[in-house]
């Protein structure tokens, strides 16, 4: 990435940056995708765990043989770490992608810096 900002975008290289480029902003897109399926993932969870939460106030005749087993049920769903993850070393969320949008930003102004 280095040399897409400090070489001149002419001649017979232009081809190959403008590759490199394309290639560049089809990953982070990628990742972008990815990261926002998997807030939605998470998202999802905290609806089920909030209407299952709701359901255990209502006082009725019927609730009372299914209350141990949503009882179960929302403990399990609770605790567990449900989302998508690479390689289970981080979690895609949106803050990740907030994250890497500025690592790249930040170092894209360094660099550039750098070079001039």
């Not at 087993?69 to 992608?97: C, Q, R």
Request: with cysteine; net charge negative; glycine share 6%.
């Amino acid at each position: 990435m280095f040399d897409l900002v400090r070489d001149a975008w002419t001649g017979d290289d232009l081809f190959y940056q403008g590759l490199i480029l394309l290639d560049f902003t089809f990953d982070i897109t990628h990742l972008l995708v990815m990261c926002m399926f998997a807030a939605k993932i998470v998202e999802s969870k905290t609806n089920i765990t909030e209407t299952l939460t709701c359901l255990m106030g209502f006082d009725s005749p019927w609730h009372e043989n299914s209350l141990q087993e949503l009882n179960l049920f929302l403990s399990i769903l609770g605790h567990s770490n449900m989302g998508m993850t690479a390689w289970d070393v981080i979690i895609l969320n949106k803050n990740l992608v907030v994250t890497v949008f500025g690592v790249i930003g930040s170092y894209s102004i360094i660099i550039y810096q750098i070079s001039n």
